[in-house]
């Protein structure tokens, strides 16, 4: 018996002195919240597996999950040489979703990787991919031992959960996520400040971004899909990164009527970061597949080059195949 439920980790890890944990890039809160869950679980129990050092990589993220400890622990440069014993990716997809942390990978003795994304092929040397959980921390709530889930563990499992749920909406939810959500709120956390300060509140930046991307909505396609597209300029001119836009799909993809919401920011000169989200049956995971991307059914993204014209065609062309009539 170890400290996972699944005896391919608990030997994996009996073998660690150094461990790696990343997740993907532009950071939400699944990936933020399993890895920060990860981080203080090995560290609580490092003595017991005669783990030495525990390092967690990620891209900068918005200061919304500050509420979580430990998160001014995370590295966000990965310009050591350092060789881990122990790899764990979580809530990525596919290896190069990892960015620079790939590199850490490359060098492992042992990796792993847990996730719930479909589009995951099993990247790593051992793999434990659920896909249908609502999230990489529901999948990591099955893979501990639940008395050694302290109240920081808890807390970081939720904001995982209520942030791939949308607070318990999406269609991604089951029984089962409801479970684990009402064990970790049994560990006595701040459940509603977590929604609060994670989902729920946002900057004025944010807003004002938000409330540029509605006006400037366009239905296409009979009114079954809605787009919004902000431009670098735009960006600069608010002085905006990734984590300014968060809740923005989702805000679109409630517009009553639509089957699917398309997002687009550009990232750098002519390349275009595209959120997708369905209402109803759409795949818009294939979508995203068909440019490179990737992720669930209702929900997924890919990166495009091109001109903003360019792009929006080609995505048109592509939505237009899982439009129900
Ligand atoms: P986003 O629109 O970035 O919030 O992503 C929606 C879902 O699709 C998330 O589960 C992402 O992890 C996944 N996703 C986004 N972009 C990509 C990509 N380029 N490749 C694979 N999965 C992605
Ligand atoms: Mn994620
Ligand atoms: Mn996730």
Redesign the pocket.
């Known amino acids: 018996m170890g400290i996972f439920s699944d005896n391919e980790i608990n030997s994996i890890l009996a073998e660690a002195k150094k461990v790696a944990i990343a997740g993907?890039v532009?950071p939400?809160g699944?990936?933020v919240g399993s890895c920060m869950a990860f981080y203080h679980y090995l560290k609580d129990n490092a003595g017991e597996l005669g783990i030495e050092q525990i390092d967690v990589y990620l891209e900068p993220f918005g200061s919304s999950f500050n509420v979580l400890e430990g998160i001014d622990e995370i590295k966000h440069s990965c310009d050591a040489d350092t060789v881990y014993d122990v790899f764990v990716s979580l809530?990525?997809?596919?290896l190069?979703?990892l960015g620079k942390a790939v590199k850490y990978f490359n060098t492992a003795r042992y990796t792993v990787n847990i996730d719930h994304?479909i589009?995951n092929i099993g990247f790593a040397g051992y793999n434990h991919v659920i896909s249908n959980a609502s999230s990489t921390c529901e999948v990591l709530f099955d893979l501990l031992d639940e008395s050694r889930i302290n109240k920081e563990i808890a807390r970081a499992l939720y904001v995982g959960i209520i942030n791939?749920t949308g607070v318990f909406k999406h269609a991604s939810t089951s029984g089962k996520t409801m479970l684990a959500a009402a064990k970790l709120m049994d560990k006595g956390i701040d459940f509603t400040g977590l929604i609060d300060e994670t989902i729920l509140g946002r900057t004025h930046l944010q807003n004002q971004l938000l409330g540029r991307c509605l006006m400037e909505s366009r239905l296409i396609l009979n009114g079954k899909v809605i787009i919004s597209c902000l431009s670098l300029s735009v960006l600069q001119f608010y002085g905006a990164d990734h984590s300014d836009l968060d809740g923005i799909?989702d805000q679109l993809r409630s517009t009553k009527g639509t089957q699917v919401a398309i997002?687009i920011y550009e990232k750098e000169p002519e390349v275009y970061?595209?959120?997708?989200?369905a209402n109803g049956n759409a795949d818009v995971?294939r979508v995203?597949?068909a440019?490179?991307?990737?992720?669930?059914i209702r929900?997924?993204?890919?990166?495009i080059r091109g001109t903003l014209d360019e792009i929006t065609d080609r995505l048109i062309m592509q939505i237009k195949d899982e439009l129900m009539d």
Do not use: Q
């Not at 809530?91 to 596919?94: E, L, N, T, Y």
């Not at 440019?291 to 669930?296: A, P």
């Not at 929900?299 to 990166?303: S, V």
């Open positions: 993907h532009s939400d699944d990936c809530d990525c997809s596919s190069d979703r994304h589009s791939d799909i997002f970061k595209v959120s997708l989200r995971r995203a597949e440019f490179g991307g990737g992720g669930h929900a997924a993204g890919c990166t």
